[in-house]
């Protein structure tokens, strides 16, 4: 069996939902980070025997993202690649899967990682326009959000993932103390570790056009510097009356 190794690592910055990646498509994004990962490795895209990509929310965007992207990334369209869907667990599992071919021997070098964009997911109709509408009156035809459909709706229980996650919270007896706590600590060790430069060495900066001109991103969006337990605790719960998750 081969040993596997880890020869680089690149990503670009976290965006917030609407916020300055929000005009990116996600190949867009999966291509920055492939283009770095094998620029840092030394390693030309036609030395890759695969890449291996987890994403979820594709509906929309065309055929296979992960492809897109490498090409887009200058990887020739003679390297294979495929996409992973395990919801949250997409890019873990391409990694997984990219050790696995080298241990088996089908692969030497193996490009796996992830890429969602929630700012991009659209909205979709039903089969039922496809072939046609009679009288809608009592019956309205839904415009489905693809971001809660295909991203954030278990589709056995019906339930939103907060919605999921507050029921097992009460299940395991997690009580909204615990969560501001571990939601505070991890804003403050976020935070710290940007101030400290821990993220620079994977980040990579991307240009973003504005009506003000370009400007670079080139830190995570989500991280709130001044997140305490005091006003985590102010806030009202986000799925549940009396619920836990803010």
């Excluded at 840092?40 to 492809?67: E, M, S, T």
């Excluded at 935070?191 to 060495?201: H, L, N, R, V, Y």
Aim: charged share 25%.
């Amino acid at each position: 069996m081969e040993n596997v190794y880890l020869i680089s690592a690149a990503r670009t910055p976290i965006g917030r939902f609407g916020g300055a990646l929000k005009d990116f498509a996600p190949a867009d994004l999966a291509a920055i980070a492939m283009r770095a990962a094998l620029e840092r490795a030394g390693v030309p895209g036609d030395r890759l025997d695969l890449y291996i990509f987890g994403n979820v929310l594709r509906a929309g965007h065309g055929q296979l993202i992960p492809r897109q992207a490498a090409l887009k990334a200058g990887i020739p369209a003679e390297v294979d690649g495929y996409a992973v869907d395990m919801v949250c667990s997409s890019g873990m599992m391409a990694l997984l899967n990219a050790a696995a071919a080298i241990r088996a021997g089908d692969a030497d070098l193996v490009l796996a990682g992830g890429v969602e964009s929630m700012s991009q997911a659209g909205f979709f109709l039903s089969h039922r326009a496809r072939w046609g509408y009679k009288l809608l009156l009592g019956a309205p035809e839904p415009v489905q959000d693809i971001l809660m459909y295909d991203g954030l709706t278990d589709p056995v229980t019906g339930e939103a993932m907060g919605e999921e996650t507050e029921r097992l919270a009460a299940e395991h007896g997690i009580t909204r103390a615990d969560l501001d706590e571990v939601a505070a600590m991890s804003q403050r060790r976020a935070a710290e570790a940007t101030e400290k430069g821990f993220f620079q060495t994977e980040i990579i900066p991307i240009e973003i056009k504005t009506r003000r001109g370009a400007q670079t991103l080139t830190a995570d969006e989500g991280i709130r510097p001044d997140t305490t337990v005091e006003s985590l605790a102010a806030l009202r719960p986000a799925f549940k009356k009396d619920g836990v998750l803010t």
